[in-house]
């Protein structure tokens, strides 16, 4: 893949390390995640999507295939599937056929719902011609943990899952973590987890977007905790996948191995499934909205020409973290972290492991309401455990209580494959 300016800009300068050329974009993203369907079986509470019930909006198979057909033309490395829960769409395991079949590789990130046995043996044959990867998400490394955000039973799921896996010769699945204060201390347990199942372990940030913005206060890890999390990571090396998620604990001293970077608009974006196109996977708001595919003349088109991917490819002066002796490695940290807790983009992460954060944090500041809100209409018997301690008996609704909607009761209602 060349690097090439999405419009003409100031001259490219002909040196220069990856990073800061990878900050001015490249000509077609390294990777992108494409959130296919918003429908999800749990509720998780920290959902970054506020994912539940279907958009009826949602890109048909045709399109979807266009899109596919697209990202093979523009030589994207590979796609990140997610959701909601990709693999309830009923033309999920075609489009991921599809996009085999068109040599764009698939990661797909799923909660192991649909990965029965017979899925599990076709993942792990010829079909799939090594182009598919498969992240089960788990956020706790015992049901205690995992179940009090993600909800009743999904820990068995899970572990189902990775069993399915292993046993049909999957190799190198992955095991996809989100940090919270809960699970800090489970790593070691984790890392074994993976161990047992053949698996490599992934760790993400949580960030404080979607449902993630209400329990962020409760969820997030504290700062001894963030030192704890860097030590650990620092130990493992290129053992444990990150996704660049933490960068903003390269502050503490040496950087994580990675890019250390934030991607939004210049090498990663997210699809969403009505075809809108956001700067980066955790940034679903409309400040962040690049364009519409559909409306936009294709992927192509936004990705190199919109405004806002063009601002964020301009370069950055840092703001006040700029004299910060760790602007080099940490960058200023999270886009999305700063933004869904009302601080300035040229401001200090809200985790700021040099204590910059907090006194951000303290100031006046104005959190932004959601632009949008997917979550099913009435608590269901997914519903994770943290968001039912302490609630009303007369809060759900009784079993004879008909939906507020067919969403609320199927999330697939109403949708033709």
């Known amino acids: 893949m060349t690097i090439a300016p999405a419009r003409p800009t100031a001259d490219r300068p002909k040196t220069g390390t990856l990073v800061e050329q990878f900050e001015l974009g490249l000509d077609a993203p390294i990777c992108l995640t494409w959130e296919l369907t918003y429908a999800c079986n749990l509720e998780c ?9 279907r958009d009826p909006r949602e890109l048909t198979t045709e399109q979807c295939e266009a899109v596919i057909d697209e990202l093979q033309r523009m030589q994207v490395f590979y796609v990140n599937i997610g959701g909601g829960e990709p693999t309830i769409r009923p033309d999920f395991w075609h489009l991921l056929q599809y996009a085999v079949d068109h040599q764009v590789g698939v990661k797909f990130s799923t909660n192991g719902v649909r990965l029965t046995p017979e899925r599990a043996a076709f993942l792990a044959s010829p079909a799939c011609n090594g182009y598919v990867d498969v992240q089960i998400s788990l956020d706790g490394a015992t049901a205690e943990v995992n179940d009090y955000v993600r909800g009743p039973r999904s820990y068995d799921t899970a572990l189902t899952a990775l069993q399915n896996l292993q046993d049909a010769g999957f190799t190198d699945a992955k095991i996809s973590v989100v940090c919270t204060r809960q699970n800090i201390s489970q790593l070691d347990d984790f890392k074994a987890l993976a161990d047992r199942f053949g698996a490599t372990l992934r760790l993400t940030r949580l960030r404080p977007s979607g449902r993630g913005a209400d329990v962020w206060d409760e969820l997030h890890p504290l700062p001894e ?17 990150t996704g660049d998620s933490f960068f903003h604990l390269a502050a503490f001293g040496e950087a994580l ?12 974006c997210l699809i969403d499934p009505v075809g809108d196109v956001y700067a980066c996977p955790f940034a679903i708001h409309d400040n962040f909205l690049a ?15 919109s405004d806002l991917f063009a601002d964020l490819r301009s370069p950055q002066t840092g703001g006040a973290c700029a004299k910060c002796s760790f602007y080099d490695t940490c960058r200023g940290g999270c886009m999305a972290a700063k933004f869904f807790t009302g601080l300035p983009l040229d401001g200090p992460d809200p985790e700021c492991v040099q204590g910059y954060g907090e006194a951000a944090l303290a100031g006046e500041r104005t959190v932004p309401a959601a632009s949008q809100d997917h979550s099913k209409a009435a608590p269901t018997r997914n519903q994770p455990v943290m968001l039912t301690i302490g609630q009303r008996p007369d809060v759900l609704a009784p079993p004879s209580a008909p939906p507020v909607s067919a969403c609320a009761e199927n999330p697939l209602a109403g949708f033709t494959p």
């Open 45 to 53: 509470a920290h959902c970054l999507s506020s994912s539940g019930r």
């Open 225 to 241: 905790q963030q030192r704890e999390l860097y030590d650990w990571l620092m130990a493992h090396g290129e053992g444990v996948l």
């Open 257 to 268: 191995p990675g890019l250390n970077l934030c991607g939004a608009g210049r090498v990663v």
């Open 291 to 305: 364009g519409n595919l559909l409306a936009d003349g294709g992927f192509q088109r936004v990705w190199q020409d």
